[in-house]
């Protein structure tokens, strides 16, 4: 075996799959705070690609200013959609709301197509050309700086939700919603403060997506494979996040590389299949007992 190729291999796999745990982590964030499953994450991290794209071409701005322009119109997003959308929702069936998601996600492609048309579109460059090398084995510029960000923004959500006010009122939130109430927590503002640092996540990881693959209105399919991870992972797990997305990025490196890629996809569901016969609320998730 050629072990400079195979790491090669496996180092694109970690970048990927840190991509995927920080879109992971818009999925765990929203279901911690409101045991909503939002199946328009992908969709939302489109939409950050898009809007980078516009602040730069369309409005001239310099791209230092429109990467958190791009992140805060997802914060904006995400405050708006539970407004108007989710907080009427409450108390309704779970599958009435998923299937909400399911609506506002064909939304956003309708609307980016009318607007920007079905063409892919490259981001205006920001990250450089320069290689990078890890001893001998060669990673792309573009990778290597996306599994540094999103290990980086991961790491700090793990220290907010230990020691922040704001995390520990989410998980006090997420572990008993009543509980919460009596202890003065404002339920309906952790619900936004959940959703807009979730579709903050999805966009912030669509800019990193979309600068090594392009932007296109079919990128939201990123978000299936991060649907997975938090499947494996564990729904409400943080470090489930982290760790499945790793797990299936390297997985589906090994696999597209020394298969074939028609093998990837088959490869990452059947992990998904197995991890559900298995522990069906993931390797980290929280372990519900219902009597009947």
Request: aromatic fraction near 10%.
């Amino acid at each position: 075996m050629d072990w400079l190729f195979f790491t090669e291999v496996t180092l694109a796999g970690l970048g990927s799959g840190a991509l995927l745990s920080l879109t992971a982590l818009s999925f765990v964030l929203i279901y911690k705070a409101t045991r909503v499953i939002n199946l328009a994450v992908g969709e939302i991290l489109m939409l950050g690609g898009y809007l980078f794209f516009a602040f730069v071409t369309a409005f001239g701005l310099a791209t230092w200013l429109a990467i958190p322009l791009a992140i805060a119109g997802g914060a904006l997003f995400g405050f708006v959609v539970e407004r108007t959308l989710i907080r009427p929702m409450l108390g309704e069936s779970s599958i009435s709301v998923l299937m909400l998601t399911v609506g506002l996600g064909s939304v956003l492609i309708g609307a980016t197509e009318l607007i920007w048309n079905t063409d892919p579109r490259a981001l205006p460059d920001f990250m450089g050309q320069a290689p990078v090398f890890i001893g001998e084995a060669y990673v792309s510029r573009k990778i290597a700086i996306g599994f540094v960000v999103s290990a980086l923004v991961i790491a700090l959500f793990l220290l907010l939700f230990r020691f922040w006010r704001g995390g520990v009122a989410l998980r006090a939130t997420a572990t008993d919603q009543a509980a919460a109430y009596s202890c003065g927590i404002n339920v309906p503002a952790v619900f936004s403060l959940a959703w807009m640092v979730a579709c903050a996540t999805a966009a912030g990881a669509g800019l990193l997506v979309g600068a090594i693959g392009g932007i296109s209105p079919t990128m939201g399919v990123f978000g299936l494979s991060a649907l997975v991870v938090v499947i494996i992972g564990g729904l409400d797990s943080v470090l489930g996040a982290l760790i499945g997305g790793i797990l299936i990025g390297l997985v589906e490196a090994w696999a597209g590389t020394f298969l074939g890629g028609e093998y990837k996809l088959v490869t990452t569901f059947s992990i998904l299949i197995a991890a559900l016969m298995i522990r069906p609320y993931g390797l980290f998730g929280t372990v519900e007992i219902e009597r009947l």
